[in-house]
Nanobody, 119 residues
C-alpha cells in the first residue's frame, strides 16, 4: 500500500523556521514528482513547492526565497525547509506524489501536518 507520512509541523513565532518531512512508501520514489500543498481554514488549497524526478524545482511566489524543497531518493523522503515564517503561512501542509505514465497518472496524498505561525 502507498503511504505518504508528513512530519515536522508545529507552532513557531513569526520569523522562525521549520523543516517538514514527507516519507513515502509503496511507490518508486525516484520517478515521482513530489509537491507540497497547503490549505488554510476557509481558503483554497494551494501549491507551495514542487520538485521533479530530475530535481527541478518550482515555488509559489509567496514563498520564493523563504522556502526550499529538496529530496533524498535514498531515504524516499522529500523536505520543505521553511524560513522567515509569517502568520500567512499558517495552514495544514500536505505532501503529494505524482507519476505521469503512458497508461495514466497516479496521485497520492499524505494526511497533512499543521503549521501555525504566531503573530
Amino acid at each position: 500500500q502507498v503511504q505518504l507520512v508528513e512530519s515536522g509541523g508545529g507552532l513557531v513565532q513569526t520569523g522562525g523556521s521549520l523543516r517538514l518531512s514527507c516519507a513515502a512508501s509503496g511507490i518508486i520514489f525516484s520517478v515521482n514528482a513530489m509537491t507540497w500543498y497547503r490549505q488554510a481554514p476557509g481558503k483554497q488549497r494551494e501549491l507551495v513547492a514542487s520538485i521533479t524526478s530530475g530535481s527541478s524545482t518550482n515555488y509559489a511566489d509567496s514563498v520564493k526565497g523563504r522556502f526550499t524543497i529538496s529530496r533524498d531518493n535514498a531515504k524516499n523522503t522529500v523536505y520543505l525547509q521553511m524560513n522567515s515564517l509569517k502568520p500567512e503561512d499558517t495552514a495544514v501542509y500536505y505532501c503529494n506524489s505524482h507519476f505521469r505514465g503512458v497508461a495514466g497518472d497516479y496521485d497520492y496524498w499524505g494526511q497533512g501536518t499543521q503549521v501555525t505561525v504566531s503573530s
